[in-house]
């Protein structure tokens, strides 16, 4: 967004700021209900402001806002007269403003540059919690918080205000703790994912401030007595004040001098008693009680203010109490999640290169037993270099045959061609008979010197027989051609899922046990780094199946479930059967048709069954590759013949890094012959 885009901004929730406040009176004022001074002079000072806001240059060249003149006579007569207004003066005013009030909203809203924004945004602004007020200040809200975010190029000028309700102020106050320090600003600035996550957790912290505000109101039953209270008239009020009282604290706390206010209603009673009895009927009379009513319906206006005051007040004291105890401990969770987020960074940036979605994982999903896991296979990947090899071979390999598509690619041609020159000889190519003087041979020219000879030159030149030089007069040019030539390109296909199937039997467990769980976390980590989908198959007397497939998960939930592999047990017996009637059963279904099988065992198993064998060969006929990695020297030779590649890794052998690279390279330079 351009600066002059951001000032315009600024000054649009500005001016929407006084026509709020304006637009909860609108019911008052249409109404005819009665305002005290107060609300009155509040009304007047909006208005000022809003008018003043409305005269901008740039909101008038913008905006069509109709009888500005008018309001701004409005204005002027509100804040140049010196006397007080009566009631009737000011609505007379007012009811030009008023309805005026819902369009100017409106054209101003239509102003606000339309920006896109996630959908945790869009939701709050339309749907969110009225505590940061309507539509338009959450919409500043948002602004505000990406502003102080993101922006840091802005100055404070340039960014968007923070709306003043307390909600928008507890916000704002985390955010600074939040960018107190360099470094932590820096780090933030470093990696723009956080600052749009530190939005969205904002938001979500109004939403629970919102709900605990709902919930434990502490307040609820005294606010409905005092909007009980105003619905009554107000001799009714004054005859049960002492009911009233004994009412209103059984639900309250609160300290009001009742006797106070019992006392002046007692006095206005007993005038009121004194003219019924000595005073004989008269207009003065009627004067006289209806200037009492008017002073018991005083008294019972300042009793409600008094109660409505206290309960305001002691309500913002609680609600300002209970946001700064959530605001406290959204900070200190931040504080922890941004510690756990840079652990886990540091960790996993070498699996990803974008980690913002790490975020999420450190909510809590992790604990440091899940980081210790990964920091453990992560590291034990790194020292072997040849199970990184091996994974990575694997994790690029692509059981489809390789597909070719034509294309058109246009080639230039650089072709000379010869072209005459004029005034220019070139080079001397032979002798001709011409009778051009210029190119005439030196002895021809000698004839013509001798007075003898002089005769015979003339006849030579009349008949065009003067033995002349030939020259080449014609010159070779570049010209460049452009000819379209139709080739055929390797198609780029996304590379299919891998299934895994890993033995996790007794005589699996020690060394076997970590090379199985480092491969599995190699061609995993391959597999997250592509948006591959993998699927694990863990087996031994029976077996478990783990989905790291992204179609109906997050990478948070793929990485829980790695986590939850690598922390399992190896023990029990050995069955191969099951786990590959699996993967063949995978293989039939529309998400894994294209998926290469992958076996990491001890091969201390029993043959595998003629029908699973049946099975097998079907699916190799379909270019599937069954791979295996064998973990030792010995095994069931019967079973690893059905898999399309072995290769052995012997744990007793000092080599054993080296003789796997060198098998490695069998299945590299297949790739590289397809």
């Known amino acids: 967004m351009k600066e002059n ?58 905006a069509n806002i109709k009888d500005l003149g008018k309001f701004r006579k409005i204005r002027n007569n509100i804040s140049h007269n010196t006397e007080e207004f009566s009631q009737l003066e000011l ?45 338009t200040e959450r919409q500043q809200l948002l602004d505000a918080i990406e502003d102080f975010c993101s922006s840091s190029s802005l100055s404070e000028s340039e960014k968007i205000d923070f709306p003043e309700n307390k909600f928008s102020q507890a916000a704002k106050q985390s955010l600074e703790e939040i960018f107190a320090t360099e470094e ?23 939403k629970n401030v919102d709900s605990r505000l709902t919930k434990e ?39 009001t001098n009742f006797e106070f206010y019992n006392k002046k209603f007692l006095e206005i009673k007993e005038k009121e008693e004194f003219v019924n009895k000595k005073i004989k009927t008269s207009k003065k009379t009627e004067k006289y009680k209806e200037e009492l009513k008017i002073k018991i319906q005083a ?34 969770e931040f504080f922890e999640k941004l510690e756990k987020f840079k652990k886990l960074e540091n960790l996993l940036c070498r699996i990803f290169d974008e980690t913002g979605f ?75 008979m011409s009778s051009d003087i210029s190119s005439v041979l030196p002895s021809e020219l000698a004839l013509f010197s001798n007075p003898a000879t002089k005769k015979l030159f003339e006849l030579k030149f009349a008949q065009n027989q003067l ?16 000819q379209t030539e139709e080739i055929s390109k390797e198609k780029e296909e996304q590379k299919g899922p891998a299934i895994i199937c890993v033995d996790t039997s007794g005589s699996m467990s020690g060394t076997p046990e970590n090379i199985a769980k480092t491969i599995t976390f190699a061609l995993s980590k391959i597999a997250l780094q592509e948006k591959r989908s993998c699927y694990l198959i863990s087996f031994s007397i029976d077996i478990e199946i783990l989905d790291l497939s992204f179609k109906d998960k997050t990478n948070n939930e793929v990485l829980s479930t790695l986590v939850q592999f690598l922390r399992k047990s190896f023990n029990g017996g050995t069955d191969p059967c099951l786990a590959l009637e699996h993967a063949v059963e995978l293989l039939q279904t529309e998400n894994w048709k294209n998926a290469d099988v992958l076996m990491i065992s001890d091969f201390v198993m029993d043959s595998l069954n003629e029908d699973l064998e049946n099975k097998i ?58």
Not at 227 to 254: F, G, M, T
């Open 5 to 62: 885009d951001k000032e315009f901004k600024n000054l649009i929730y500005k001016t929407l700021k006084p026509l709020n406040k304006l637009l909860e009176y609108s019911d008052k004022i249409s109404s005819g209900e009665k305002l005290n001074e107060k609300d009155s002079a509040y009304i007047n000072d909006q208005i000022r402001i809003l008018v003043q806001n409305l005269q901008s240059p740039v909101i008038r060249k913008k």
């Open 358 to 432: 790490l975020w999420d994982l450190s909510k809590g999903l992790f604990n440091e037993s899940g980081f210790e896991i990964l920091r453990q296979y992560a590291d034990l990947l790194e020292k072997d270099k040849s199970l990184n090899e091996f994974a990575a071979i694997l994790g690029k390999h692509n059981r489809t045959q390789r597909l070719y598509e034509k294309e058109l690619r246009e080639k230039v041609i650089v072709k000379n061609e010869w072209k005459a020159k004029p005034a220019y000889k070139g080079q001397i190519s032979g002798i001709r």
């Open 91 to 135: 609505k007379d005013f007012w009811k030009d403003i008023f309805p005026a009030l819902p369009k100017i909203k409106m054209e101003l809203e239509n102003l606000l540059p339309k920006e896109k924004s996630n959908s945790n945004c869009r939701r709050f602004r339309k749907f969110g919690t009225n505590i940061c007020g309507d539509e």
């Open 217 to 255: 109101n502490p307040f609820e039953k005294e606010a409905a007595f005092v909007s009980s209270l105003k619905n009554k008239k107000s001799e009714e009020i004054a005859d049960s004040v002492l009911q009233i009282q004994k009412d209103y604290e059984r639900i309250s706390e609160a300290k």
């Open 467 to 482: 033995m002349s030089f030939k020259y080449k007069t014609f010159v070779p040019e570049e010209k460049n051609e452009i």
């Open 617 to 674: 060969e079907i699916e190799k006929k379909k270019n599937t590759d069954f791979f295996s990695l064998v973990i030792g020297s010995g095994g069931n030779q019967e079973t690893m013949n059905w898999f399309n590649h072995n290769w052995f890794y012997n744990m007793n052998d000092s080599m054993a890094e080296r003789h796997l690279v060198e098998q490695l390279n069998i299945i590299k330079n297949r790739q590289e012959l397809i």
């Open 299 to 332: 008294v019972s206006d300042n009793l409600i203010e008094d109660l409505e005051s206290s309960l305001v007040q002691r309500k913002n004291a609680w609600q300002l109490g209970l946001i700064e105890e959530m605001r406290k401990k959204f900070i200190e």
């Open 184 to 206: 932590n600003s820096a780090y933030i600035q470093k990696h723009k994912e956080i600052a749009k996550n530190i939005q969205d957790d904002l938001l979500e912290w109004i």
